[in-house]
């Protein structure tokens, strides 16, 4: 082999290493718990809820976050993190029966921080939010949902990405608990 040919095919291998793809997380899927919680505390009430559009602080506005050099963890279908979550909020309230978009009571939701750890074996997502709605004072819910991660670059993102639909649902149990929900949705 040629001086030319080698280092043709070292830089293309090393542009395979260097190269990095992004993992996007899954479609939410709904919490069979979460509907039932809700289920529960809406009873025979005829209480709808509506769900205005979410957002976030600057440094939570994202549609992905950097993981190891394996490129980055995105949310699907080109949606930023707050936008997933609020997806993943009406779906639920849809499934339970009291979500209405025309209703006049409304959940708001702010985003104040998202982040993630990819560290081996002790990844972590942490989901910070602020809540509020009508007749209720904005509320702060801090979710923290934790899981085994490779060593492994490629498939320690992966298990990132994977992660968010039971990080987010552990959000969404978290909200459903809280008092100032309670208040809201009864």
């Known amino acids: 082999m040629t001086t030319k040919c080698i280092r043709i095919v070292a830089v293309a291998v090393l542009a395979g290493f260097v190269s990095a793809c992004s993992h996007t997380a899954p479609t939410y899927s709904l919490s069979a718990n979460n509907i039932d919680e809700i289920k529960q505390l809406v009873g025979s009430n005829s209480i709808k809820l509506g769900v205005d559009n979410f957002s976030a602080k600057e440094n939570a506005n994202k549609k992905s976050i950097s993981c190891r050099a394996a490129g980055p963890v995105e949310a699907p279908d080109n949606k930023t993190f707050h936008q997933y979550i609020q997806s993943a909020i009406i779906d639920e309230l849809r499934i339970a029966g009291v979500y209405d978009a025309a209703s006049k009571v409304k959940l708001y939701g702010d985003l104040d921080f998202i982040d993630f750890s990819s560290n081996i074996g002790a990844g972590k997502w942490t989901l910070n939010m602020t ?35 039971p990080a987010t649902q552990g959000l969404i149990k978290k909200l459903i608990a809280h008092p100032s929900f309670k208040k809201l949705i009864t």
């Not at 509020?132 to 298990?159: H, L, M």
Request: hydrophobic share 45%; net charge negative.
């Open 131 to 165: 809540f509020a709605g009508n007749g209720v004072e904005p509320f702060s819910i801090q979710s923290v949902y934790s899981f085994s991660t490779n060593w492994i670059a490629d498939k320690a993102c992966q298990q990132v990405a994977q992660a968010l639909v």
